[in-house]
Each structure stands twice: as structure tokens, then as C-alpha cells.
């Protein structure tokens, strides 16, 4: 593999960067943006010229010119649902992130710093008489929507089901897999759980991921910091209470549900060493933890009628060997049971980079969907 590539992941407190030269990682770090740092900005999308600052300046105190940067790879913004794959940053996608019409996250900001990014490095190119264009892509949106029909249907019209997970890291693990097997991830039929701050299950088949959850928006496995789906009407009688506001009900959802909501943290290994430590509570809530992940995994098993090759579990909490074991337990009669621990999303920007570069991947344009 040729070629320099940088990787962006912009999360709520953090950019995070990778640089890869030939292949190889030449580098990794986490810039942390204080809560000083980021008060003085009413949204999060204001902050793009300060998170940019903070990444060139980090760049050039480690020696690396800009002009020698051949591909910026962003992690995907919320955009109107699209195909998985890898997408040219071009004005209209550009747009749909600013829109924020899917939601206000920190992720909308990478591909529009790596946009920028890219245009300086082919200002410095152009200095330096260097030949090549810099361009800056998105990976695998977290709304990559292949739900078959049948899956979209809700309960009610105006709620159909919509795909919103951690596509990036999934069908990264998906590719290593089918790597390992010594088969095309097109050839393959994966369940994939990711389990994390939030938890996504997405099923594979042919390439594509034909069922998920939408784990962003109160739907699928309760997590650290998220509900996951819960009783309709207790929802109901509580959004009518007039004790909450209705940004207060979502952030019941999203941000304060899960361990958040029985124990006040949403650091998973806290709740592990309270269990450890005799808090019965604690170790029933694992228990159902890990029963709500195994449930979920098991209904997209009817989506194939079973006929699965393999269950992934990956993520931050994948790396709780002992959580995994419960998981497995319940599940590997479905499939074997492979674990693939930590997110791995730079690693998987760069290697979507790297396909680009040498031609082995289209790359696709992103088309508003209009109702």
C-alpha cells in the first residue's frame, strides 16, 4: 500500500487524529478540548475553526507537512440515509452536515475540517510544485440505510424503523472476518454487536447491512448511557407528567438511560467492580446487560431464518472478556462466536483510504433523498 493518509474522528470532547504512511501507523492521538475550551460556543458546529487550528498545529509540532498528506478520511457525519461506502466530500455533502437535518453531533464537523484540510494541502502543493489533488472522503455513514422493506415496517405508519449505528466499525470487522476465513465479506452472513456507549446490532448479508437498530434514537439493547426500547406507555405517562421538558425525556433516552440512569456513571468498568464487590444490584443489572444484547442479537437471527456463519462482538466493552462469555453463552447456538474488541475506527478510515488509492473501491456521490 501507497500513500500518506490522515484520519479524523471528531467526538463530543475530543479530535482524534491517525497519520498512515505506506500501511503503517505512524501515529495516533486524542486531543482532548476542554470544557473551558468549548463553553465560549453555543453549538457544537461553531467549533469547526478551533478543532481545525488544534489539528494542524498538532501536525506541524510533529514534523508532518501538509503538502505530503495524499487522502483526508473523515468519520462520517448524520446525513439523510445513504448506502454504505465510501463518499467524495462534495459541496452538497458539505451541505447535508451543516443542515444538521439528522441531528446536531460532533460528527458532522469531520468532514467539513477535512474538507478544509485537504484544500490546504493542495494550497501547499501548489507552492511546492508537487503534482497530485488531495481529497477528503466519509466512510460508512452511521445512517447507512440497506434495511430490507419488510424491516422498516413500525408498529405505526409514522414511526417507520430507520437505521442508525456504528456501520464504520462493523463492516471493518466484517472485512477482518472474512479476511481470516479466507472469503469475500460479501460472501458472508455476519451479526455484528457493537457495544459501547451505545449499542448497535446490525446484520450483514452480501455486503450490505440489511437490519439494525437505531441506536441513537430509543431503539435496540439498553447500554451505559442509552435506554434502549421501552415500554410504550410508561413513555407515554411521563411525557405528559409535566415534570420533564421535552429535551429532558431525550436525554432520559440518550445520555442518562442505561448505567447512567440506575448508577450514575457511565464507565462500565465502575459497574463491573461494584458487582465484583458484592453489589448485588450491580450484578443483576450485568446480568440483564448482557441478556438485552444476546436478545437482540438473536431476533435479526430471524431475519436469515438462522442462517448465520458467525456473531461479532466488538466495541469498548467488548474488551470485558468475562461480559463477552455471558454474551456468548446465550447466543452461539445461533453461530460461532468471534470477538473483536475496541472500535477500530481509524484504522478502518485508512484502510477505506487505502482502497481508494489504489482503485479498489468506487467512490460514491451523495444524493439528497427527497420524500
Not at 469547526?48 to 501538509?66: C, H, K, P, W, Y
Not at 476465513?181 to 449499542?199: F, L, M, R
Not at 443489572?285 to 435479526?300: D, N, P, Q, R
Amino acid at each position: 500500500m501507497s500513500g500518506r493518509i490522515l484520519a479524523l474522528n471528531t467526538g463530543s470532547t475530543s479530535t482524534k487524529i491517525g497519520y498512515y504512511d505506506s500501511g503503517r501507523k505512524i501515529l495516533e492521538h486524542n486531543i482532548f478540548h476542554s470544557l473551558e475550551d468549548l463553553s465560549g460556543f453555543d453549538s457544537v458546529m461553531d467549533q469547526d475553526a478551533m478543532r481545525l487550528n488544534s489539528v494542524t498545529e498538532f501536525l506541524v509540532s510533529q514534523g508532518i507537512r501538509l503538502a505530503d498528506i495524499d487522502i483526508v478520511m473523515a468519520r462520517s457525519g448524520l446525513v439523510t440515509p445513504v448506502e454504505t461506502g465510501v463518499y467524495e466530500l462534495t459541496e452538497p455533502l458539505k451541505a447535508a452536515l451543516r443542515e444538521c437535518a439528522e441531528g446536531v453531533h460532533a460528527c458532522n464537523l469531520c468532514g467539513l475540517i477535512a474538507s478544509e484540510i485537504a484544500g490546504r494541502v493542495n494550497g501547499e502543493r501548489s507552492r511546492c510544485g508537487m503534482e497530485g489533488v488531495c481529497k477528503a472522503y466519509m466512510a460508512d455513514p452511521p445512517m447507512a440505510d440497506e434495511m430490507l422493506p419488510e424491516a422498516r415496517i413500525g408498529g405505526l405508519p409514522e414511526f417507520p424503523r430507520r437505521a442508525l449505528c456504528h456501520a464504520l466499525n462493523s463492516r471493518a470487522v466484517v472485512r477482518h472476518y472474512a479476511r481470516d476465513k479466507g472469503v469475500s465479506p460479501d460472501d458472508v452472513t455476519v451479526i455484528v454487536a457493537h457495544i459501547g456507549g451505545g449499542t448497535s446490532v446490525t446484520l450483514h448479508r452480501d455486503g450490505r447491512i440489511i437490519d439494525t437498530n437505531d441506536a441513537l434514537g430509543g431503539d435496540g439493547p439498553l447500554s451505559t448511557e442509552r435506554a434502549g426500547t421501552v415500554p410504550a406507555f410508561p413513555l407515554v405517562e411521563m411525557c405528559f407528567s409535566g415534570r420533564y421538558t421535552k429535551e429532558e425525556i431525550k436525554r432520559k433516552l440518550v445520555g442518562k438511560g442505561g448505567a447512567v440512569a440506575y448508577f450514575g456513571t457511565n464507565d462500565f468498568r465502575r459497574v463491573v467492580e461494584m458487582a465484583d464487590e458484592g453489589d448485588s444490584r450491580a450484578g443483576l443489572f450485568i446480568e440483564g446487560f448482557c441478556l438485552s444484547v444476546a436478545k437482540y442479537i438473536a431476533s435479526l437471527a430471524t431475519v436469515v431464518c438462522g442462517k448465520v456463519d458467525a456473531v461479532i462482538l466488538t466495541g469498548g466493552i467488548a474488551w470485558n472478556s468475562g461480559l463477552m462469555r455471558k454474551i456468548a453463552d446465550r447466543v452461539s447456538f445461533i453461530a460461532p462466536v468471534e470477538v473483536f474488541p475496541g472500535g477500530n475506527e481509524m484504522d478502518s478510515l485508512a484502510e477505506n483510504g487505502y482502497a481508494v488509492l489504489s482503485g479498489e473501491i468506487q467512490v460514491k456521490s451523495y444524493c439528497r433523498k427527497r420524500s
